[in-house]
């Protein structure tokens, strides 16, 4: 299985993103600039977290424009498996590919710790791995994580079970305590917490490497099937 | 010159925590009767040609403004000295 981490001008967790699919799974992965606008090929796409171009306009905004993110569109509507994290998950709302949008966090800060969050559905190619309800511990460092959606869009969130981490302790003011979704068509994830910093127990957490091992389980299941 | 003055504001109902810290501020300085404060942001430009209007619409649709949680407004100004 081969991942591409895409590199934003600003981006600052791609290492890690890097290190969690190549080391910590063992899997391939490459690191893709985001001017080279290339993905096909590919078998998961990861954003990783950071400030691309310095968070200006709003988080996400500027990076939404690129073209690598057209081939990101392509990608998803083919049903490639795109995972974004923190700067990741704006890019993806940004760019419409999830719904709502990330604002301040409620009290202001940039909070950076260990969070609790539930695994809301265990159904998703990111979590067969884990168990429904499970509690989690998986860091996060942001401003601007505050999930925010209309009533509509949130019911519709619910309805479609997208809705795949809560914290268990909001510590940003996420709406119904949002800490990650997925498109309706279950290929496309966000979430503010670093599941890639979370990816060996070493540094605290490995709670985190379970999405990964999902992702490399049901990438191997679509291809027993395809082959 | 065609200058383009666009505000974007955060929706109502959107929770704006800045706007909230500098009316605490506020009224910390004395002015109590001060309540609702919204921080939003100005954008300005000029523009040389095309349909001014449609395009700034466009713009704001695209990139200015976020949908989900601002509105913006627009002022356009003909025969502006930059």
């Not at chain 1, 994290?85 to 800060?109: H, M, T």
């Not at chain 1, 305590?177 to 910093?197: C, F, S, T, W, Y």
């Amino acid at each position: 299985m081969k991942f591409a981490v895409i590199v934003f001008p600003g981006s600052n967790c791609d290492r890690d993103m890097y290190h969690a699919a190549k080391d910590a799974l063992g899997a391939e992965a490459e690191l893709v600039w985001y001017q080279d606008a290339k993905l096909e090929g590919y078998d998961a796409i990861l954003i990783p977290g950071g400030f691309s171009y310095g968070d200006y306009l709003r988080c996400g905004a500027i990076a939404s424009t690129s073209e690598i993110v057209t081939s990101l569109r392509r990608e998803a509507e083919k049903g490639t498996p795109i995972l974004g994290v923190c700067n990741g998950f704006q890019i993806l709302v940004e760019s419409g590919l999830l719904p709502g949008a990330l604002i301040r966090n409620d009290q202001l800060k940039f909070i950076c710790h260990f969070e609790d969050l539930i695994v809301k559905n265990n159904e998703t190619l990111f979590t067969t791995d884990y168990d429904k309800d499970e509690v989690i511990k998986i860091p996060v460092a942001h401003g601007e994580g505050n999930y925010y959606c209309d009533d509509t869009t949130l019911s519709e969130l619910k309805a479609n079970n997208q809705i795949v981490f809560t914290y268990k302790n909001n510590p940003n003011g996420s709406v119904s305590d949002i800490a990650g979704i997925v498109n309706k068509k279950g290929n496309v994830l966000g979430m503010m917490p670093h599941p890639e910093r979370a990816a060996e127990a070493l540094l605290g957490s490995d709670d985190g490497l379970k999405m990964f091992t999902s992702m490399l389980k049901n990438w191997r299941d679509q291809y027993a099937t395809n082959a | 010159m065609t200058k383009v003055s666009i505000h974007v504001t955060l929706k109502e109902g959107v929770l704006d925590p800045q706007g909230k810290a500098i009316e605490n501020s506020l009224n910390t300085l004395g002015y109590e009767g001060v309540h609702d404060v919204r921080v939003g942001k100005l954008i300005e430009m000029f523009i040389d040609h095309g349909d001014v209007e449609t395009q700034v619409k466009a713009m704001c649709d695209k990139l200015l403004a976020n949908p989900v949680i601002e509105n913006f407004t627009y002022e356009i100004e003909e025969g502006v000295a930059q």
